[in-house]
Nanobody, 124 residues
């Protein structure tokens, strides 16, 4: 069972990136999924999540209207589209899967599997 995140990189302010996270050993269909991030010197925080069966969707206030979380169950892949990036979006981004709860949340201890993280750096 593994989550492999990719798609991070260096981008200028105002630019875009798409992060991907592919599952191996299980499918994403029935589970809540989420993206978290951790900036240097800060605690890890939830960015966006989707509940099982797309039951609910949450975004942290700072990214609303700029980031979009989605999934492709056939590809066992979840995505985070990051638009209009700002320097304070710089962080390591982690994907996570919760096999227990129907609705998603930003409570990290609900999540059973985590990807290793992909670095996003927003700088001119």
């Amino acid at each position: 069972v593994q989550l492999q995140a990719s798609g991070g990189g260096l981008v200028q302010p105002g630019g875009s990136l798409r992060l991907s996270c592919t599952a191996s050993g299980f499918t994403l269909d029935d589970y809540a999924i989420a993206w978290f991030r951790q900036a240097p010197g800060k605690e890890r925080e939830g960015v966006g999540c989707i509940g099982s069966g797309n039951s609910n969707t949450l975004y942290t206030d700072d990214v609303k209207g700029r980031f979009t979380i989605s999934r492709d169950n056939a590809k066992k892949t979840m995505y985070l589209q990051l638009n209009r990036l700002k320097p304070n979006d710089t962080a390591v981004y982690y994907c996570a899967v919760d096999q227990s709860y129907y609705f998603c949340s930003f409570y990290q201890y609900d999540y059973d599997y985590w990807g290793r993280g992909t670095q996003v750096t927003v700088s001119s």
